[in-house]
């Protein structure tokens, strides 16, 4: 009797736990394979099969690799992949490089001063990034833009930047710095302000002045916050393309074509969707790849 | 005499340094600023100024036309109604079923946990381009394309609100649910009496970060929404911008229209905004 009793009650326990685990994980489970791991193992299955619109549901070819190969020997893809590249370095450079620096600034001043800077820079973080491409735009025109005009009191320009070969990728990454650069500050700022202060009374001591303090503590103190903030970034930055659609649509030529704005031409404009998936995939490995590495490379957090 | 000259010197370096701080500060404010500026400026101009040059830094003669032309022209009610549908559903959705997976990822032991954590945590990397193709093709087998739905549901769900709920929940001690289980509390209960109001701030914190995020989602809804009538703001602005793309007392009149809605929000919810984008930050 006591032993069917402590059975029952085990299996009961267990009936419970198991049924809890799945009341908790399973209706996210379900969204996530159906939107999240489904699509890739679907995406895979498609990059590797011939087909397009015309025969969307019917006749589709198996061809291995043959989309790969073809999107490897497309002129445009690698373009648009050399212009994300260029695009991520930058943004994320600039704005890991310069949130930092006017995060660190910030410490410095009275708080008024700092709460004032830090929403009128975050703005454009929840600005509608849409929006924020048109004023851009706008700011870029060759006649009335803003810039031309700034530059001419130091005898540059006028450019046609968006327009121009040269200059319409800097243009859009220097709109990606100026709508980042808050989000950056405001990660920085909250870290710096948490840091440990026994440490810079220790280099007071010593003697040390701000710069060394700022280098040899504050530094190496932040990498862990560092590291999330460059991955975050990259990962943002290397599927760009809501602005470059509002701003250049690519052009002038395919001077600032993006990785996810050239799939998004080939599978949803041209409608070859094989090319399209094995250029998504080409994307998610690379991103995948950065993140691992930058983790595995540099991630150990430096503990104090 | 010589102590107070190096003080002296001391202080006169950090001075320096502080005025150092303030034009550096002022530099990155301009930055900020400029474009914010500008926009406000243009939409309250009447076109011949907004085409003269040189450029007007704020408007000669004042006019509120522009809000009233833009208005009249384009549908900007019916796409901010449409983005709150979507939203809304969307970030409560999320928030709810992350923090139910969190729950379980931080305080059950079961066979498989950390591979299946680890399979979540990796759609973070998971580019919407990826997912898009087989979504969109799910969408027009299931004739949802164009529909609410298609904007909301296969969006319930992110590995990175799974991530930031799971790494909450492990601050919070385990003797405090052993107790409750003990107790004779059911998991649901603890769940819903126990854990969830001890990690308020971080939902808080989560629903901004979904809210912006969603109030932003461009590239899923310009694939999956078709008609007019379903465009959510986003969309409506592109548009919007393709058809008047010389009037540009209109682009920028429509531009701050659209930023209006959540910047009255963020002036009101400041505090947890900012401490929404931290709070995923730090606890790294």
């Known amino acids: 009797m006591f032993v069917s009793k402590s059975r029952l009650r085990r299996w009961w326990t267990w009936r419970q736990r198991w049924g809890s685990l799945l009341l908790f994980l399973g209706p996210g489970l379900v969204f996530f394979s159906l939107f999240h ?68 600034l910030l410490l410095r001043v ?29 700011m870029f025109q060759i006649n009335f833009g803003l810039i031309n005009y700034l530059l001419s009191f130091i005898g540059l320009g006028p450019y046609a930047w968006l327009n121009d070969f040269v200059l319409a990728l800097p243009a859009v990454i220097i709109m990606g710095i100026w709508r980042d650069i808050g989000f950056t500050m405001v990660l920085f700022l909250a870290a710096l302000l948490q840091l440990p202060q026994q440490y810079y009374e220790a280099a007071d001591i010593d003697g040390a002045n701000d710069a060394q303090k700022w280098w040899h503590i504050t530094l190496p103190l932040i990498r862990p916050i560092t590291m999330f903030v460059v991955v975050i970034q990259i990962i943002k930055s ?35 969707m094989g090319a399209a998936s094995a250029m998504s995939i080409f994307l998610f490995g690379v991103v995948l790849f950065m993140t691992v590495f930058q983790f595995k490379y540099f991630g150990e957090a430096i503990r104090y | ?119 979540v945590l990796s759609s973070m990397m998971l580019p919407v381009i990826v997912r898009i193709i087989p979504m969109y093709l ?91 009538d379903m465009r959510t703001l986003p969309l409506g602005v592109a548009l919007f911008q393709a058809r008047y793309t010389v009037s540009y007392q209109l682009l920028m009149a429509c531009s701050v229209i659209s930023i209006l809605p959540i910047l009255v929000v963020f002036m009101f919810l400041q505090r947890h905004f900012i401490r929404g984008v931290t709070l995923t930050g730090i606890k790294v």
């Open chain 1, 238 to 272: 290397f599927q760009v393309f809501t602005q470059v659609f509002v701003m250049t649509r690519g052009g002038p030529g395919d001077a600032t074509r993006t990785i996810v704005q050239y799939i998004y031409e080939t599978g949803f404009v041209y409608w070859n």
């Open chain 2, 138 to 228: 799910m969408m027009s087998d299931w004739k949802w394309v164009n529909t609410y739905q298609a904007l909301i549901i296969p969006e319930l769900t992110t590995g990175f609100q799974v991530f930031m709920m799971r790494q909450f929940m492990q601050t919070i001690p385990d003797e405090l649910i052993e107790a409750a289980r003990i107790d004779g509390a059911s998991e649901p209960r603890i769940f819903f009496t126990l854990m969830l109001p001890l990690v308020t701030p971080a939902i808080a914190a989560m629903v901004i970060f979904r809210f912006m995020y969603m109030w932003n989602y461009f590239l899923w809804p310009l694939i999956v929404i078709q008609n007019m």
């Open chain 1, 37 to 104: 791991f489904y699509p890739v193992g679907q995406n895979i299955y498609l990059s590797c099969v011939q087909w397009n619109i015309l025969s969307l549901r019917k006749a589709k070819t198996f061809v291995g690799f043959a989309n790969y190969v073809y999107i490897f020997k497309d002129p445009v893809f690698i373009k648009t992949v050399i212009n994300t590249i260029v695009f991520s370095v930058w943004t994320v450079g600039a704005t890991v490089v310069f949130g930092l620096i006017l995060a660190t």
């Open chain 2, 1 to 119: 005499m010589k102590s107070s000259w190096s003080t002296d010197r001391a202080g006169m370096t950090r001075k320096i340094a502080s005025i150092g701080a303030y034009i550096g500060i002022s530099l990155f404010f301009l930055f900020a600023m400029v474009p914010l500026w500008w926009v406000v400026m243009t939409s309250l101009k009447f076109p011949q100024e907004v085409l003269q040059y040189p450029p007007t830094l704020y408007p000669h003669s004042l006019t509120f036309s522009n809000y009233e032309v833009v208005w009249n022209r384009a549908p900007l009610g019916r796409f901010m109604l449409n983005s709150l549908i979507q939203t809304g559903p969307t970030v409560v959705t999320t928030v709810f079923l992350a923090a139910m997976m969190g729950y379980a990822f931080s305080k059950h032991r079961f066979f498989g946990r950390d591979f299946l954590f680890l399979v």
């Open chain 1, 110 to 138: 009275c708080p008024w001063i700092r709460t004032t800077v830090r929403t009128v820079v975050f703005v454009p973080v929840i600005a509608l990034t849409v929006a924020s491409a048109v004023v851009w735009k706008f």
